[in-house]
């Protein structure tokens, strides 16, 4: 299924307005998982605004697509996404972190209408997309489970062991997104603590992988319908992005995992992002 | 007393609820042959799921089910089911208040031949420490039933500690469990001894002797240890000449701890029995390894004597 050039702007749009809004969340002089963010901007305005069945005024509908963000650190993206799709009122975005929000530093479920289990503590939310996958085969539901990982956060060992869950359960209904935007918190990841090859590894785990540019819309919402049709197995996205991307000063810069714009980066940033 | 083995009741009453409930599903990573979930595998092959030698991946794909509307079984020993996936338990469950109930079997040093790694000693304090979790200690084979069918009644993270070998029914049937709720087993007006597991066993045998002396023993079955009943345990720490505690666990963060806490500030003299922050070790049988650790009948009495002395 090919996708027209006006859904394709559409979504860009999207994704800017996201961007948008998670530069506007984070704001001047206080510290912000901006690049991490950033780098999933496109794949999280496919999957809410062209390629998840979900309901924003049933957030607990039984037969909803999930999308779960097991590097939770980049919860801005989502949170910009959830309010843009109508499940909590966009003036919340504003209240990011303040005591009492509903907008944790990392998502939590029983506070945030969308968010579908706690993570942020990495290498946990693919495991639990595995036991909402096995639940929809278990009831036989037709929906289907995406989860997104960092190229970092797969040196958890726990990720090693989803995928292999994954695989003997012959996980069809699940889609990771492997977020390889190459920088962890300390640095490059080549040159911190290297977790290439991705691709041989998960085809070598028993996954269908499919490689994209994380960036290009086409290429995103190609790569999740052909997810779709994949029979007997999970299927990792391996998709190619830029930490901080669309934000120069902050492109591919680890200082940018969690760091802090200064006004004037900000108010550059903002005006990149405006209507 | 009939004798029966804790483990052997849970994976017959996971099969029998399970049949009631088709919401119940388990999980396991390699060991069902003696947490004795290979009952409700063989029963229910498509709501069993076995995790490989994975205790963090099951506990979250537990969530996972849970999250999906499951009421999600994830067994191990005790050791492997609340220190390895520790973080998972604390991120994926509790904070979230997930309905995940994780089996915790072998407690102890009920595992006797295998050695300090497979005891667990300390899960107790572990789980106790995580907000939202509830803690519970089934003291026989009856309360192993009656707790399980709770566990699968209360909505929420539950961690159930299970003794590996056959134990003497101590509880009366007609009981009614309650979770949070400690309760008399034998009733006496000298000594109150707070046990759980196995330990009211013994508190119990150690009641018997006094008694020929003419010391009466209250013997407490604290078969929930989170949440705890503070005012429950002041009552029965009241109108008695000094309080035993007896714990097959540390002594860090376990009953005694608990039972000290609650009763700070009051002048009554408390002795504690438990093991003395050590690891185990291996032995050829439970009950010399228990009299090894000092979690013997005699100690208890040992421990009164002083108190009354």
């Keep these: 299924m090919s996708i027209s050039d006006e859904k394709v702007a559409e979504l860009e749009k999207i994704a800017k307005k996201l961007r948008y809004d998670i530069v506007m969340m984070i704001g001047a002089g206080k510290p912000g998982h901006l690049g991490g963010s950033c780098s999933i901007a496109e794949i999280i305005a496919v999957l809410y605004f062209h390629k998840m069945r979900h309901d924003p005024k049933n957030p607990k509908w039984p037969d909803r697509d999930r999308l779960l963000l097991s590097k939770g650190h980049a919860a801005l993206t989502q949170y910009a996404a959830l309010a843009e799709c109508g499940y909590f009122p966009k003036e919340k975005l504003s209240t990011l972190k303040e005591l009492g929000t509903i907008l944790q530093g990392h998502p939590e479920m029983l506070r945030v209408p969308g968010i579908e289990a706690n993570t942020g503590s990495l290498g946990q939310g693919l495991s639990i997309s595995c036991g909402i996958a096995l639940a929809g085969k278990v009831d036989k539901k037709d929906y289907h489970v995406y989860c997104v990982v960092g190229d970092g956060e797969i040196a958890e060992g726990q990720i090693w062991e989803a995928s292999m869950a994954a695989a003997y359960y012959k996980l069809d209904n699940l889609t990771a997104i492997l977020d390889k935007n190459e920088v962890q918190a300390t640095g490059p990841i080549v040159e911190r603590y290297d977790t290439n090859p991705h691709p041989e590894k998960w085809k070598a785990f028993g996954w269908h992988v499919i490689e994209i540019d994380g960036h290009d819309m086409s290429q995103v919402v190609g790569a999740l319908d052909k997810a779709g049709e994949v029979k007997g197995k999970p299927v990792m996205i391996v998709a190619n992005t830029v930490k901080g991307k669309g934000v120069p000063f902050a492109e591919g810069k680890a200082d940018f995992h969690h760091g802090i714009m200064t006004e004037e980066q900000y108010q550059t940033a903002r005006k990149l992002f405006e209507d | 007393m009939a004798m029966q083995n804790c483990r052997m009741v849970y994976g017959e009453t996971l099969v029998e609820l399970g049949r009631q409930n088709e919401r119940i599903v388990a999980l396991d990573a390699d060991l069902s042959k003696s947490t004795m979930t290979r009952l409700f595998e063989h029963e229910f092959p498509e709501r069993f799921f076995e995790m490989g030698i994975g205790e963090q991946n099951m506990i979250s794909t537990a969530v996972g089910l849970a999250l999906s509307g499951k009421i999600a079984f994830a067994n191990s020993f005790a050791v492997f089911a609340a220190g390895r996936p520790y973080d998972q338990i604390r991120v994926s469950v509790c904070i979230g208040k997930v309905n995940v109930k994780i089996i915790g079997s072998s407690c102890g040093i009920s595992d006797f031949g295998d050695g300090a790694t497979h005891q667990g000693i300390e899960d107790i304090a572990i789980m106790r420490a995580i907000p939202n979790m509830t803690v519970l200690i089934p003291a026989d084979g009856i309360e192993t039933r009656k707790i399980v069918r709770a566990a699968v009644e209360y909505e929420g993270p539950v961690y159930i500690r299970i003794n590996r070998n ?144």
Excluded: W
């Design chain 2, 166 to 309: 056959e134990m003497p029914d101590v509880v009366p049937e007609d009981h009614e469990f309650k979770i949070g709720k400690p309760y008399v087993i034998r009733q006496g007006k000298d000594i109150t001894v707070f046990a759980h597991g196995y330990m009211v066993f013994k508190a119990l045998k150690a009641a018997e002797k006094l008694e020929k002396e003419g010391i009466s023993l209250r013997v407490v079955n604290v078969s929930t240890m989170k949440p705890i009943d503070e005012k429950a345990i002041e009552e029965l720490a009241s109108g008695v000449k000094g309080i035993v505690t007896v714990e097959e666990h540390s002594i860090v963060g376990g009953l005694a701890s608990v039972v000290a806490f609650i009763l700070r500030g009051r002048a009554i003299p408390i002795e504690a029995i438990a093991i003395k922050d050590c690891f185990g070790q291996s032995a050829l049988d439970y009950e010399q390894l228990l009299e090894h650790y000092g979690l013997t009948e005699t100690a208890i009495i040992k421990s009164v004597r002083k108190i009354l002395k």
